[in-house]
């Protein structure tokens, strides 16, 4: 079993910075695919990243493509969110996700591992 704890959210300026960490417990990082995903309100979930454990190169919605960023700090087995350039409409609750296998799939339902959610909100 994995647990995922997302930590780090908050409120920032648009324009601004904000990094957030998920630490992972329960099995090792590296042997699994990696996802941030986000919820606003009254929106279903949707897909920022994913990172595979077998592909050195990340598959980002267009909508954070050079915005954001992924890392993996696999010694603390924790996985990094960058995001810079914030916009009033990244504000959301932030899921960290992993799943089993190399895919890195853009679909919320084939992660079976979630994190309980951080609150990101940009303001104008």
């Known amino acids: 079993q994995v647990q995922l704890v997302e930590s780090g959210g908050g409120l920032v300026q648009a324009g601004g910075s904000l990094s957030i960490p998920c630490a992972a417990s329960?099995?090792?990082?590296?042997?699994?695919?990696m996802g941030w995903l986000l919820q606003a309100p009254g929106k279903e979930r949707e897909f920022v990243v994913a990172?595979?454990?077998?592909?050195?190169?990340?598959k980002y919605a267009d909508s954070v493509k050079g915005r954001f960023t992924i890392s993996r700090d696999n010694a603390k087995n924790t996985v990094w969110l960058q995001m810079n350039s914030l916009k009033p409409e990244d504000t959301a609750v932030y899921y960290c996700?992993?799943?089993?296998?190399?895919?890195?799939?853009?679909?919320?339902?084939?992660?079976?591992?979630w994190g309980q959610g951080t609150q990101v909100t940009v303001s104008s």
């Open positions: 329960g099995r090792t990082i590296s042997s699994l695919t």
């Open positions: 990172d595979s454990w077998d592909d050195p190169i990340a």
């Open positions: 996700a992993a799943r089993d296998g190399s895919l890195a799939t853009t679909s919320p339902r084939q992660y079976g591992y």
